[in-house]
Each structure stands twice: as C-alpha cells, then as structure tokens.
C-alpha cells in the first residue's frame, strides 16, 4: 500500500509542477476548474464566517461526511474512526475549544439539535442529506448568526444548505468501490422548469465492512425536495429518510494500544470466547454477576487481560424521517416574510454485548440497549424590511420536542447460540433499568438591524429564549426526574465591518450566548442521579459565553484569505464526570464548576497560481484552559483543573492543501496536522501529535453528453499511519488512563465513476 501512497502522490504532484513555472495571469472566470470559489472567506461578513461549495464536497469521495470537509477551515477540530468520517459513535466536531454540543448544526434552517450521539433533540447531518445534495456549508467561528434556530451554540453554527433542483430533467448518478468491500451507489433525478416547479429525488446507497474485526456500516437514504413559484412567492418542500446501520469498535485506552495494539476490536466472529471471557469475569467477581460456570476458572485467555478489553458486540441503529414546507414572499416593496414548519421523527437503540448484566437462563451476557424515540415539530418566521440604510429583520422560534429513552436488557438464546444481531432492532427485554417520557419547549426569537454608513456595515441585535424540560418516569431506575427550566430573554451581539477598499476590509464583534439545558437521561442535567438533581436543581445554570472577536480579510482574483483573534470568556461550565466502565452506564456526576478562558489566532487563505493550481492553507493557535479547580460541596477539591488545557483541545492546528483541476484532469493533495490532545480534567493523560495526508486524482472525459463522465480515486491517511482518531467516546475523567479512545482508520483507498444526463 506504500507503493500506491507515492504514485498517487506523485501523480498529483506531477500534474502540477509544470503548471506551476508558468507566470500566467489567472484565467477568466468560467475556465475549467476555477468556474466559482470553494471556499469564501466571509466577505461583509461582521464575524468570522467561511462556506464552502459543494466543489469541495465532490472532491471527496462520495458519501463524505460534510462534516469531514470542513476540517480544512481554521479552529475545526474533526474527529472520526473510519474514513467517510460517517461513523457516528466516532464523530465528533469542536470550535475553537468548543465540543458539538455547544455548536449550533441546521440544514435549510430547520434545526438539527446539539450533536450528541445519544441523540434526544435532533439528528447528524449525515443522516439528514446525503453529501451530493448538500449546494453551501457555512461554517462560523464564533457563536455564530443570532437568528439561527439554536440554543446551544455558545462556540459557533454549522448552517448547511440543500442545492435548488435547476430546471430540466437531468440524472446524475455516481458508483464507488474500494477498501474493506466497500460499495456506494448514488442516484438523484432533476425535473421541472427553470422558473417553474423543478424538484429532484434521489437514493444513496452504502454498504461497507469494518476495517478492522467483523460487522457492517449500512445505509440508505432517500432525499426529494421541490421548489414551487408562484407569482413573486416561492413555496419550498424537503423530505429525507435515513436508515443506518452501524456496528461499532472496541473503545480502547492508551494501556490497551500498547498492550494490543490499534487493529485490536470486539470479538464478533467468536461467540465462545465472549461467553468465557463473561464467565470468568463472574468468576473473579468483577462483573457483579452470579458465576454460572465455576470450571471456566479464574484466568482469561492470552492477551486478553480484563473483562473490558473485548466485547462480543455493539452497534448504532437510527431510523430518521424529516420533512418541511416553507413560504418565502414579498409582502410590499423592501418588505419579505419568510416561514418555515418541520418534523422529525427518529426510532433508535445502540446495543452493547454486557458481561455486566447475565441473561435469565444463564448465559453470562446480555443485550444492553439505550433506545431512543423522538417526535419534534416546530415553525420558524422572519419578517425583514429595507428601511434607508437600515436592513431590519425580527425572526422567531417554536419547537415541541416529545421524546423518550430507556436503558433495557435482552436475553441471548443460549451459551452456543446468541440468538440476536446487534443488526437488528431488539424485541422483548427481560428488563428494564429505566425508561422516562421527555417534554421540551423551546421558544426563541431575535431582532437584528444591519447598518450601512459609508463604508461600515454595522450589526446590532439581541436574541432570547425559553427553553422549559420535563422528565417524566415510566421506570425511574433512581434517574433525575423533575422540570427545570433555561431562560435568557437577552444575549446580545454587535459588529462591524469596515471595507478599506474593493478587496480588504476589517471586522470585529462581541456575541453573548447562553446554552439551554437538554432533556436526556445520558446527558446534561437529567443524566445524574435524583438525589444529586435535587440537590443541584435549585443552583444549577445554564453555561455562557461571551466571545470578542477582530479580525481582517482580502479578497482579489488571485488571493483569498482572513486572519482572526478572539478572546471567550465562557462561564458557568457544566462537568459530568463519567464513573465506571462505560458499558456499566453509570449516572454522571454533575455540577457547575466555574470557568474557561480561550485566547486564540487564525489565519486561512488560498492563492490561485493560474492554470488550475491553487493553493490553501490555513492555521489555528488556541488556549484554551479551566479558570478554576473542581471542588465538591464542602470545598474540598476533587480535581485539580486550574490552568489546566481543556480536554480535547489541540493548541495547534494547521492544514495545507495543493489542487490542480484543467482540462479533464484534477487532483488534490491535503495535509491535515493536529497537536496533543489531553483526556483528563487533570491533564495526566493525552494522545500525540498527529499528521494525516488524504489524496485525490481523477479525469474528465467529454462524450458529447451533457456531462463528462468522471472517474475519481480517493486515498485516505495515504501513508498508513496508526493514531488515535477520537478521544472521549466514553466521556472524560478526572485523572487515570480510561478506555475512552477509538483508533483512526489505516490508508482506505475508493474508486468512483461518475454520471449526468
């Protein structure tokens, strides 16, 4: 595989190096490859905002995450497991030291809820639009636009926007193949009129092994969306249906790594090692369970050297529907209403194989799930006038989330046959551990006035919300239960933007958010115990930020680019302390414990050379560290975090990429760098320093179809290089190695042959 990482390096690099002697000026727009910018640095924008096109998307392999291609852009930190960066226990996504539950995700507006894998308010992107129909990511650092439909984004938004069906009837359609027997199809039909009803269909496909041990990553996805005038109004529909299927790989912990190494994985494919490996962890009473087989002895099987070190089993199931209906229109001259509705409706479980909990008739390992069931329904409006050099927009938010999660138990058939796939939903729990019916209400709104004197644009607005949570027990199992409620009728923003010519200006901005609390028995304030809920209810806040941002851009036909720094002062932090083994699902212990300060630069550009090479570059320097040690109700400390960098917070972030795209041929080569990483509170324990280098080389063949017809390689982590891809899937402690890490996957390697008509 290292001889394919240098052709095709070379091959990039070789289709390059000619174009790049040449002192050429850069070519008019609508030549090939350079027909419209990938990446636009925010321009007027009072913040620090970039988006990226869907060129930058179909660059990628197909089935990318769009998650994963913005990882290019300053203060991302992405993170997943397998190379579409798809895997849902694996990913994760930070800003500027900011987790994904403190960022705001929306597609076409429609709010898509705080990222969490035991998802209780919305859904990942993923499972929401495939990546072919995704038209524009915008992706602002910071806390992000007041009007998005979010209460949560106290370090920034993801807006993701679906592409207009264009008028005519056109197929596009795309197959890959490639590592680990993956195979991807894509279909998707346009129809219509250009300035008539037009709408597109289309279905996806993905069925791929792990890259290591045995089990699937499945899906598919079904996407429509139409777009009617009528007169000067314009109505709009979305609907998607995602059904995913993903088995998972063993969490690891440092120890492990060195002990077994990063290709080590549960034990699918043998079930009588998993019944041994219980037994004898009944035995040595560290399970809690009742020995079913004193002869298994005491001693487990070479390597193998606890009970957590493999499972049998695990996966993530998620069956999402979401649709929408939207109205935008002119009410007068300067004046436009926009309105939008939307459901979603998701059934989900994530299995795990326990030692922990034995079936009934004596096979030492169960079947834990943590199901999920949402049913949300929501509107949002804007009205927004031109008023002299006043754009005036007043925008607001309802949502009724009704959702329910429960932690049950499933029998295996016998100790030869476990009877059940951690493929397929499970039916008939022995028990139930606990199960609580959700009620959320959020209202939010907001009224931003956009100012132009001259050359400055001003922005000045507030957004408040309301957000009441309500957990009502089926089984309380000694969970939270109760109400609390978040409210902050105020959080303002100002910023300016002053343009010194055509191509440079400057920006600057101060944004107050604060993060409602969720309603979920796996996370947030509901996740601890009654008893500690009862205690802290009265004294619990929600977690603020107050973010103070400068910065420049420059804008030309040969160079784009911005550089930034802030300054957050986030308070009011929440802690939840995971105990135990995270099979166990013990609550966490919660509480507020002060203050972070984050301090950081950035700088992002790209340089058009002419000829189709471009490149781009972008670097991120971030502190981000606790203002105050952890201390439990007496005020003796539990954690000494004072100084300490957050976790999961690289210092350090750079990315380079060199792109070549003329005359059918194109290619890319990407170099994505991330400093350590700590996964304590007490900065103990971290993984290193990583360097990764993804490629791409495909051609354009025009056969007098209305497309050319495309084949493209992908490379991902071309030089086969072993690291750790995520930390804290497990969550963090406060000190000690934790088996809360999950490797990176190896060099993966995916041809496609693309199609339109």
């Given amino acids: 595989m290292r001889t394919f990482s240098i052709f095709l390096l070379a091959s990039v690099a070789a289709i390059a190096t000619p174009v790049a002697a040449q002192d050429t000026p850069a070519p008019a727009e609508g030549e090939a490859g350079e027909d419209s910018e990938i990446v636009v640095f925010g321009r007027g924008e009072t913040r620090q905002v970039q988006e990226l096109s869907n060129k930058d998307l179909t660059i990628l392999a ?62 990942h ?58 195979k991807r199809a894509f279909v998707r039909i346009s129809a219509g009129s250009e300035d008539g009803p037009r709408g597109f269909v289309s279905y996806a496909y993905t069925d791929a092994n792990k890259w290591k041990g045995l089990g699937v990553q499945r899906s598919q996805m079904i996407n429509a969306k139409g777009v009617i005038p009528v007169g000067d109004a314009v109505f709009d529909a979305y609907f998607s249906f995602s059904d995913r299927v993903e088995q998972d790989y063993q969490d690891l912990s440092l120890e492990m790594i060195n002990r077994l190494g990063y290709n080590w994985d549960n ?90 909990v034995p079936s009934p008739n004596g096979v030492p390992i169960s079947v834990r799930t943590t199901e999920y069931d949402i049913q949300r329904g929501g509107v949002f409006a804007s009205l927004s006038a031109e008023m002299g050099d006043n754009h005036l927009t007043v925008g607001g938010w309802y949502e009724h989330n009704d959702s329910t999660q429960a932690r049950r138990f499933y029998g295996l058939a016998s100790r030869t046959d476990p009877g059940r796939s951690a493929r397929n939903f499970q039916r008939n729990p022995f028990f139930s551990q606990w199960a609580f019916d959700f009620n959320t209400n959020t209202l939010q709104y907001y009224v931003q006035d956009k100012l132009t004197l001259g050359n400055a644009t001003i922005n000045v607005g507030w957004k408040g919300f309301q957000v009441n949570n309500e957990a009502v027990p089926i089984i309380s199992g000694g969970r939270a239960q109760g109400n609390i409620r978040s409210r902050d009728w105020f959080q303002p923003h100002v910023g300016v933007a002053y343009r010194l010519s055509d191509k440079a200006e400057l920006f600057g901005g101060f944004t107050q958010v604060t993060r409602a609390f969720t309603s979920s028995s796996t996370s947030g304030p509901f996740s601890t115990t009654l008893a500690g809920f009862n205690a802290l ?78 490149l781009f570059a972008s670097y991120s320097y971030n502190d981000t560290t606790y203002r105050d040690d952890v201390v439990n109700a007496l005020g003796a400390i539990i954690a000494r975090t004072n100084g300490k960098t957050v976790v999961d917070t690289p210092k350090h972030l750079l990315r380079g990429e060199i792109a070549y795209d003329s005359e059918g041929l194109f290619g890319r080569v990407g170099v994505n760098y991330m400093s350590e990483r700590f996964f304590t509170y007490e900065n103990d324990q971290s993984v290193p320093a990583r360097a990764l280098v993804d490629a791409t080389l495909g051609y354009r063949f025009d056969l007098g179809l209305s497309k050319p017809i495309e084949i493209q390689i992908n490379a991902t982590n071309l030089f086969d290089k072993k690291y750790v891809a995520t930390i804290g899937s497990n969550g963090f402690g406060n000190r000690g190695d934790n088996q809360t890490l999950l490797a990176g996957s190896p060099q993966q390697v995916f041809a496609t042959v693309k199609v339109g008509f």
Avoid: M
């Fill in 537 to 614: 209810k009265s004294t619990l806040k929600p977690e603020e930020s107050d973010t103070f941002e400068l910065g420049a851009r420059y804008n030309d036909r040969r160079f784009n680019g911005a550089l930034g720094v802030y300054y957050v002062n986030f308070r009011n932090r929440l802690l939840g302390v995971q105990t135990g083994a995270g099979i166990v699902g013990n609550p966490t212990i919660l509480q507020n414990v002060g203050g972070v300060r984050s301090i950081g630069f950035e700088a992002v550009g790209d340089v058009r050379l002419g000829r189709g090479l471009t």
């Fill in 62 to 123: 197909p089935g990318t995450s769009p998650l994963k291609a913005i990882e290019k852009l300053p203060s991302v930190n992405f993170q997943s497991a397998d190379p579409f960066g798809t895997y849902e226990w694996s990913q994760r996504v930070s800003i500027r030291g900011f987790n994904q539950n403190q960022l705001g995700f929306t597609l076409d507006g429609i709010p898509l809820g705080d990222g969490t894998y035991g998802n209780n308010n919305g859904l």
């Fill in 125 to 182: 992107i993923s499972r929401a639009i495939t990546s072919e129909n995704i038209g524009v990511t915008r992706v602002s650092q910071g806390a992000g636009s007041i009007g998005t439909q979010a209460t949560n984004n106290l370090g920034g938004t993801l807006e993701f926007f679906s592409l207009d069906p264009k008028g005519g009837f056109g197929v596009d359609a795309n197959v890959t193949y490639g590592s680990e027997e993956t």
């Fill in 267 to 356: 034990i699918t494919g043998d079930y009588a090692l998993a019944v041994r490996i219980a037994d004898i962890g009944a035995n040595r009473g560290e399970t809690g369970a009742t020995p079913f087989n004193p002869a298994a002895g005491l001693v487990y099987p070479a390597p193998i050297a606890t009970v957590d070190d493999a499972y049998f089993d695990a996966s993530g199931l998620r069956k999402d529907v979401v649709g929408s209906f939207g109205l935008t229109t002119p009410l007068a001259d300067g004046i436009e209403f926009r309105i939008k509705t939307y459901y979603h409706d998701n059934t989900g479980q994530g299995t795990w194989y326990t030692p922990y």
